[in-house]
Antibody, heavy 120, light 107 residues
């Protein structure tokens, strides 16, 4: 049974950077890609992109190019989301979610979410 | 990008009711459709993938159907723990896109 455990809540000032971690257990990390999903306060789910955990190749949704960086530490079975030059509108809960494919892509295991608050 | 539209946006129902939520894609996505349940303060939980395949551990009162552009999620007999927000998501092409969500409330 797979499990994803994310790092704790963060409070950051505008212009700063934040790095969210997502540690996987219970399965072979490099056999499944990792997705990132954002949920702004009171809003719906927004797919940010995913990273191939075998090659390290990231794919970003258009809205998340430039300041958002996906990375890996495969020795620690951990995926990372870094957000640079934080803005107030980046305030959200960020989820990691394991990638699956069966006639189409979907996410089966989800982390518990990390709240990132950007405020001066 | 493929747009996903759910209806209704909110729904009031009673325990024991049969409920159907619909999801429409702006173009054909074959059967690349999944459904998630999210409770307040919790991560989404996968219910159904490939339009109609029930995720392991999900109660059989949940079912999904459809292909192409029109899909439905049906809960055959609502239980108290089913009151939550439901999202559809297309996994046919990048970027994957979610519907806006359907909030299921107790009547």
């Amino acid at each position: 049974q797979g499990q994803l455990v994310q790092s704790g809540s963060e409070l950051k000032k505008p212009g700063a950077s934040v790095k969210v971690s997502c540690k996987a257990s219970g399965y072979t990390f490099t056999q499944y890609g990792m997705n990132w999903v954002r949920q702004a306060p009171g809003q719906g789910l927004e797919w940010m992109g995913w990273i191939n955990t075998n090659t390290g190749n990231p794919t970003y949704a258009q809205a998340f190019t430039g300041r958002f960086v996906f990375s890996l530490d495969t020795s620690a079975s951990t995926a990372y989301l870094q957000i640079n030059s934080l803005k107030a509108e980046d305030t959200a809960v960020y989820y990691c979610a394991r990638d699956r494919y069966s006639g189409g892509s979907y996410e089966d295991y989800w982390g518990q979410g990390t709240l990132v608050t950007v405020s001066s | 990008d493929i747009q996903m539209t759910q209806s209704p946006s909110s729904l009031s129902a009673s325990v024991g009711d049969r409920v159907t939520i619909t999801c429409r894609a702006s173009q054909s996505i074959r059967s690349s459709l999944s459904w998630y349940q999210q409770k307040p303060g919790r991560a989404p939980n996968l219910l159904i993938y490939t339009a109609s395949t029930l995720q392991s551990g999900v109660p059989s009162r949940f079912s999904g159907s459809g292909s192409g552009t029109d899909f439905t999620l049906t809960i055959s007999s609502l239980q108290p723990e089913d009151f939550a927000t439901y999202y559809c998501q297309q996994g046919y092409s990048t970027p994957r896109t979610f519907g806006q969500g359907t909030r299921l409330e107790i009547k």
